[in-house]
């Protein structure tokens, strides 16, 4: 009897098994929150990194660089260089598809570079050596330098912003200086523009028709298999808000935890904190060369005497394993760290020095325009260290300027006097990757005009960077950098403030797969547990 009424159950349980409506699968979303909102869609249009980051989620690049910095190729297939190393020939791989479906080119190549490098600094040096960059065939395009400029793959490879990606050509014909309005990539996700909110939300699907590379993911390098079917980039402008989200699991990702909340995060269960050897940020006060009172050097040499570097730190970044007290313009713990030339910066601050020299200069009394961007994570209380530390000296009149940053970032580009809508100092920052070499590095240039806001101008130091660029190995170029430290503090293009690294923190229980880099953070490879 038992047996008849367990195949009765049996056979009851597998009808109602077969009538039942099959539950479609839920999509499995990735939620992230990363250090600032995105509302700059154009990757070349601003430094921004969250900018970079967009980029990398919509967009693709010719080569990138792996865990070990290395640069590889990503887009490109196969590639040679002639003997007297000027003529370099690129193939595109197979399967490169835009977003629209339509087939990647070499037009699309030679079009974005050529967009790229008018903004980038890397690039415009690239660009200076350049002789021709031209399509020879829909998969193959041949660039042509003047000079054996050894540094053409590495330039291609960076991470740092602006990275060279690879738009359609009828976006990447458009004004440089004007920004993209459709955002059509072949990258591993698709940016759903109907659902974008800036200041609340950015939402990206996974590219079902992206083909990855064969090799495992490392770094920016490998293959970019997508593992979710859409990340969110959830805006909390808020660190203590995003730091919950986290804890309760709200969100599954945080890129900049703040650092006075790193202990709660690594004593909460599930929660992973992640850097990478080369990870870390140096904070960047810019001055305006163009107008008085920073376009005289005496103006700009006085704040040395007036700047206290490990203020910014102990505020910044309590921690002190965090800290690095740094005073080289190329980063500490990489190869070309130097601080030639930087006596009088990590001497005593001495206030009446800085006021003769501001004097010298031929300041008297006139308003400094400080561009305060209020909701950023560091560079908020990096400008109130700052302003109390100029407002100590008495001598200065401060014009402080409250604002977000995404005005900053707009502001930053005007040429025009303070009194006119320009400015005289604003505060930012760049990764210890990118500022680890005297090219990449955008902020130290002084080409002039050619040169990152704030136009700093030196030949002389110009003349040095593109010996740095052809030296023929290791060792000259840190001979080399040593002589660009010195000029550095002599022209004071602007004064870096701190150094410190900043782990992202991540829910080890809901994801896995998490890519370590020193810079922007990529979103393929993870799986939602």
């Known amino acids: 009897m038992l047996r008849t009424a367990f195949r009765v159950w049996l056979a009851a349980s597998a009808v109602a098994f077969a009538a039942a409506p099959v539950v479609a699968q839920q999509p499995k979303v990735l939620k992230v929150t990363m250090h600032a909102d995105v509302r700059t869609l154009d990757p070349f249009w601003t430094t921004q990194t969250i900018a970079g980051i967009h980029g990398l989620m919509v967009f693709d690049t010719l080569f990138s660089s792996d865990a070990d910095l290395k640069p590889q190729p990503q887009m490109v297939d196969t590639w040679t260089v002639s003997d007297d190393r000027k003529v370099y020939s690129f193939t595109l791989r197979d399967g490169l598809t835009f977003h629209d479906g339509s087939k990647v080119t ?11 490098w008018q903004r980038d600094g890397a690039g415009k040096q690239l660009f200076n050596y350049t002789e021709s960059l031209v399509a020879k065939d829909d998969k193959t395009f041949v660039w042509t330098l003047k000079e054996p400029y050894g540094l053409l793959i590495d330039t291609l490879a ?8 690879v738009m359609r050509e009828q976006e990447a014909m458009v004004d440089p200086f004007q920004q993209i309005k459709d955002v059509v990539g072949s990258g591993p ?12 939300k950015t939402v990206y699907e996974k590219f ?15 293959g970019k298999v997508v593992k979710v079917d859409r990340v969110e980039f959830i805006w909390l402008s808020d660190p203590q808000t995003a730091q919950a989200a986290l804890v309760a699991g709200e969100i599954d990702y945080l890129e900049n935890p703040q650092p006075d909340f790193l202990p709660i995060l690594e004593s909460t269960p599930g929660i992973k904190l992640d850097t ?18 920073f376009n005289n050097v005496k103006a700009r040499q006085a704040m040395l005497y007036l700047i206290n570097n490990a203020d910014y730190l102990n505020t910044i970044a309590a921690d002190k394993k965090l800290q690095t007290l740094c005073f080289s313009f190329f980063g500490c713990g990489v190869e070309m760290e130097t601080d030639a030339g930087s006596e009088i910066y990590k001497g005593p601050k ?24 209020t909701d950023h994570q560091y560079i908020n209380p990096a400008n109130l260290v700052m302003i109390q530390q100029l407002r100590k000296a008495g001598f200065l009149k ?22 006119q809508g320009g400015w005289n100092i604003f505060i930012t920052g760049t990764s210890v990757l990118t ?15 050619k040169a990152w806001f704030g136009w700093p101008c030196d030949a002389k130091f110009e003349e040095l960077r593109k010996a740095w660029a052809f030296a023929p190995d290791i060792e000259a170029r840190k001979k080399i950098a040593v002589e660009l430290s010195k000029r550095a503090y002599d022209q004071v293009p602007y004064i870096s403030f701190a150094q410190w690294r900043n782990p992202v923190a991540y829910r080890s229980d809901k994801i896995s797969g998490v890519l370590s880099v020193p810079s922007v953070p990529p979103m393929w490879n993870i799986e939602k547990k």
């Open 106 to 116: 070499t037009k699309d190549v030679v079009a974005s570079m050529k967009r790229w």
């Open 158 to 165: 960076k991470t740092g912003t602006s990275i060279p990606f």
């Open 189 to 200: 996700f698709v940016f759903k523009r109907d659902e974008w909110v800036p200041g609340s």
């Open 208 to 222: 079902k028709a992206y083909v990855p590379r064969k090799e495992p993911a490392s770094g920016h390098a490998g």
């Open 276 to 293: 990478h050897p080369a990870m870390g940020t140096m904070g960047i006060l810019q001055l305006n060369h163009l107008h008085p009172p």
């Open 350 to 373: 001495d206030i009446k020095k800085a006021e003769a020299l501001f004097k010298e200069a031929g300041y008297n009394g006139e308003p400094i325009t400080i561009l305060h961007a």
């Open 398 to 419: 401060l014009d402080v300027q409250a604002m977000d940053w995404g005005t900053v970032v707009s502001r930053r580009t005007k040429k025009e006097p303070p009194a």
């Open 435 to 449: 500022s680890s070499s005297p090219i990449t590095h955008t902020s130290v240039g002084m080409a002039c005009d």
